[in-house]
């Protein structure tokens, strides 16, 4: 299993992460998967691109 160390957001400290099996054919065109999981506490992060999509605030209105 393939492991790497990055910050934790939820152990606030460097930890390592490891990658499950891909079960989503992210890997099949062997890609890598962006799924990972800390090894301490199971916190999964998704790394790579992520598409950026517009978000539309409505105006709340004073009743």
């Not at 957001?9 to 890997?27: A, K, L, M």
Request: proline fraction near 8%; hydrophobic fraction near 40%; include cysteine.
């Amino acid at each position: 299993m393939d492991s790497r160390q990055w910050a934790c957001p939820t152990c606030e400290e460097e930890r390592d992460f490891v990658q499950p099996p891909c079960i989503d054919g992210h890997s099949g065109d062997g890609g890598e998967c962006p799924e990972w999981i800390c090894a301490d506490c199971g916190t999964a992060v998704v790394t790579g691109d992520a598409a950026v999509l517009p978000v539309v605030v409505a105006a709340a209105r004073a009743a």
